[in-house]
């Protein structure tokens, strides 16, 4: 419970009401009164019911899909509480969309990823708070302080509970990173739950589209843990997991991944994929009536309401890590 008096605000868009009321709930603090809806034509509009004049204001809101639609929200509740005089605006963004669009792939391609850095500066945010953004150098293209979370101690404590260490032999298990890019991160997890690590070698033909390649590592016999930072169509994660079994021979395969965007064929690819657990944390919602029973969600609310009593309080945020 925050001991700062009552000087701090918290407000929400549509992205995802329910991670916002428990951040709420987590912190002792009622959700500020504001209505945000959309026009006939689709245009956004943000009412604010009560005074931010001068107060430490938090705006949680997922880019995720639709994700224009969420992004135009959360640009317009800034503007909104700039104009009412809040004394400084946080940007809660669990999951940061358009964190793909991180360089330049071929000629003449944006990088959007710094557009919506620019965008989310200019219309008045003073501070950014996310989790696991696809790159971590998307950092540096903000111009403004940047707290950025990491999902893997959730999921350490996840498996060290479900596989823990004097039960099963974790010579037994390996981590997998699912591509080179995400070799960093799944070391570090894997240096945490105390197991080894492979590598799935992909060659991706064109987007949303791979070709698995090869394995990398020993992983026959052996029970994997895929790990990325994003689900998206989950056409890698499973190509990965069917791989990981027919080439290199694994016993059997999880998955996690923080942000579960599952668009398109996911769910399906999902349920007929060898993959037989997929976790992922709710910075983005799950459909209510989720068609796979094989995913699972994990409650990271908890982590943001402790760095936003934190930043509210003026301390370091290290002990979250």
Known sequence: ????????????????????QTVCKELGLAMGQGVVQTFADGEVSVSLNETVRGADVFLIQSTCKPVNNNLMELLVMIDACRRA????????????????????????????AKLVANMLTAAGADRVLTMDLHAAQIQGFFDIPVDHLLGNP?????????????????????????????????????????????????????ANECEVMNVIGDVKGKTCILFDD?????GSLC?????????????????CATHGVLSGPAFDRINK??????IVHNTIPLPEDCPSDKIKQLDVAPIFA???????????????F
Do not use: W
């Open 239 to 255: 190509n990965a997991a069917n791989a990981l079994v027919q080439i290199g021979g694994a016993k059997e395969v999880y998955a």
């Open 85 to 112: 005089s809040a004394g400084r605006i946080t940007a809660v963004i669990p999951y940061f969309g358009y964190a793909r669009q991180d360089r330049k792939a071929k000629s003449r391609d944006p990088i959007s």
């Open 1 to 20: 419970m925050i001991a700062y008096g009552d000087n701090i605000k918290i407000f929400c868009g549509n992205s995802n009401p329910s991670f916002a």
């Open 306 to 320: 402790r760095a936003i009593a934190h930043i509210h309080g003026g301390t370091s945020i290290a002990d979250l």
């Open 230 to 234: 994003m689900v998206d169509t989950a």
């Open 273 to 278: 994929s060898t993959i037989k657990e997929l």
């Open 154 to 206: 959730t999921f350490v404590k996840y498996y060290l509970g479900k596989f823990p260490e004097n039960v099963y032999n974790h010579d037994d298990f390996v981590v997998v990173s699912p591509d080179v890019g995400s070799v960093a991160r799944a070391r570090a997890f894997a240096a945490k739950v105390h197991m080894g690590l492979a590598i799935v070698d992909k060659r991706r033909q064109k």
